[in-house]
């Protein structure tokens, strides 16, 4: 059986991270249309656990700058996911965390690359 690497983890991480940021940029815009869609913060909520999740795997084995972009980065989605669910109230620091996800996951898997090249 073939273990699941870290560049495996970096990638769903940057996947996600990347289908989140562009969720939480233009979803806003789609809900002015009338289309009928409304704001469901448990979709937030699955990014941000496929999220903690990929960060979870990926901290143990790497950099200090790396493991500290991960964390912070979530932290601050997760403040603002669970401000939205519990007190209704949107922050913007998911767009910053989403960034600083996708940044952490492109240094680890090139430091990942480089090391095994």
């Known amino acids: 059986m073939k ?4 560049p495996f983890y970096d990638i769903l991480g940057i996947s996600s991270a990347t289908v989140c940021l562009v969720h939480c940029l233009i979803f806003p815009l789609l809900t002015i249309l009338p289309l009928g869609l409304s ?4 979709i937030d909520l699955l990014f941000a656990s496929v999220g903690l999740f990929a960060i979870l795997k990926i901290i143990k084995k790497s950099s200090l700058l790396v493991s500290s972009i991960l964390i912070v980065s979530m932290a601050l989605i997760w403040m603002s996911v669970l401000s939205d669910i519990l007190f209704e109230i949107h922050l913007d620091l998911i767009y910053f965390g989403g960034i600083g996800m996708i940044i952490g996951h492109l240094i680890n898997y090139k430091l990942h690359r480089k090391l095994n090249h």
């Open 3 to 6: 273990k699941i690497t870290t």
């Open 39 to 42: 704001h469901n913060p448990i």
